[in-house]
T-cell receptor, first 116, second 116 residues
Framework: AQKITQTQPGMFVQEKEAVTLDCTYDTSDQSYGLFWYKQPSSGEMIFLIY??????QNATEGRYSLNFQKARKSANLVISASQLGDSAMYFCAMRGLGGGADGLTFGKGTHLIIQP | DAGVIQSPRHEVTEMGQEVTLRCKPISGHNSLFWYRQTMMRGLELLIYFNNNVPIDDSGMPEDRFSAKMPNASFSTLKIQPSEPRDSAVYFC??????????????FGPGTRLTVT
């Protein structure tokens, strides 16, 4: 079984500051992937970034980076230079590398509000 | 490129009626997932298909729910009879699947279902 924990229900951050959204996970899979999705108020789910469990380097994608600490089972999302448009729900998710394409297990999400 | 297409975007129905949600995955993707999002339970995987074959339907809440994927470009999720507790946003997602790669899932815009 897989479990994702996001301990920050909500965060307020000043525009242009960096933001770290916490995510810890638990799994018995040897190989797995960690994902972050953004859900703005319009409701769609937008893929942001992916980290494989065997990737030695932390993933980066523009202003997004994933601080992956395997021993601590954490996969925090870092947003640099936050913008007003970053205000949204953010979900951490994972899936195992089994025989097929397993579905994603999601955390409860963090509601991020960027203030001007 | 067209993303995942879902229809209808909104559905309001009365308790006891049959509801059919539709999904067209991204062309070339061979895995399809149905998720449900509610305030109480967050995002939950209902069922997923690999190469049009249902792999895991353990997330389907009860026998009132059924899903089919008759071909690589179309899937349906049916609720019969519907109940007020089925009110939620239903997402369809698709991804590639194969080998040791873990591919991200791309989500459709969702169908907001309200059962009165």
């Amino acid at each position: 079984a897989q479990k994702i924990t996001q301990t920050q229900p909500g965060m307020f951050v000043q525009e242009k500051e960096a933001v770290t959204l916490d995510c810890t996970y638990d799994t018995s899979d040897q190989s797995y992937g960690l994902f972050w999705y953004k859900q703005p108020s319009s409701g769609e789910m937008i893929f942001l970034i992916y980290q494989g469990s065997y990737d030695e380097q932390n993933a980066t994608e523009g202003r997004y980076s994933l601080n992956f600490q395997k021993a601590r089972k954490s996969a925090n999302l870092v947003i640099s230079a936050s913008q007003l448009g970053d205000s949204a729900m953010y979900f951490c998710a994972m899936r195992g590398l089994g025989g097929g394409a397993d579905g994603l297990t999601f955390g409860k999400g963090t509601h991020l509000i960027i203030q001007p | 490129d067209a993303g995942v297409i879902q229809s209808p975007r909104h559905e309001v129905t009365e308790m006891g009626q049959e509801v059919t949600l539709r999904c067209k995955p991204i062309s070339g993707h061979n895995s399809l997932f149905w998720y449900r999002q509610t305030m109480m339970r967050g995002l939950e995987l209902l069922i997923y298909f690999n190469n049009n074959v249902p792999i895991d339907d353990s997330g389907m809440p009860e026998d009132r729910f059924s899903a089919k994927m008759p071909n690589a470009s179309f899937s349906t999720l049916k609720i019969q009879p519907s109940e007020p507790r089925d009110s939620a946003v239903y997402f369809c997602a698709s991804s590639l699947m194969g080998g040791r790669m873990l591919y991200e899932q791309y989500f459709g815009p969702g169908t907001r279902l309200t059962v009165t």
